[in-house]
């Protein structure tokens, strides 16, 4: 079984910044691709950026690129999101997504994931 546990949300400023964790246990992730979802309130969840483990490559949703930059730190089994130039509508629950397979493109979004994070509280105020 594999745990994802995310932490950093909170109350920020708009122009601000925070920063993401998400740590990873139950298993080794040398295989998979990691992600960051979020869902504001009333509205779907959606991708917001992932990382494959192997390679290290990115992909973003257009509404966050140039602003957030996700990163992995391999020793530690923890995946970040860095969120700068926050604004109100980047407030959501964020969550910590996992998955055995390799991830390009449209798959990113498009494709289900294995596991889930319980979320973490991003409010931008204005």
């Known amino acids: 079984q594999v745990q994802l546990v995310e932490s950093g949300g909170g109350l920020v400023q708009a122009g601000g910044s925070l920063r993401l964790s998400c740590a990873a246990s139950?298993?080794?992730?040398?295989?998979?691709?990691m992600a960051w979802f979020r869902q504001a309130p009333g509205k779907e969840r959606e991708f917001v950026a992932g990382i494959n483990w192997v390679g290290g490559s990115t992909y973003y949703a257009d509404s966050v690129k140039g602003r957030f930059t996700i990163s992995r730190d391999n020793a530690k089994n923890t995946v970040y999101l860095q969120m700068n130039s926050l604004k109100p509508d980047d407030t959501a629950v964020y969550y910590c997504?996992?998955?055995?397979?390799?991830?390009?493109?449209?798959?990113?979004?498009?494709?289900?994931?294995?596991?889930w994070g319980q979320g973490t509280r991003v409010t931008v105020s204005s």
């Open positions: 139950g298993r080794t992730f040398s295989s998979y691709a």
């Open positions: 997504a996992a998955d055995l397979r390799f991830k390009y493109g449209s798959r990113w979004y498009l494709e289900g994931y294995d596991y």
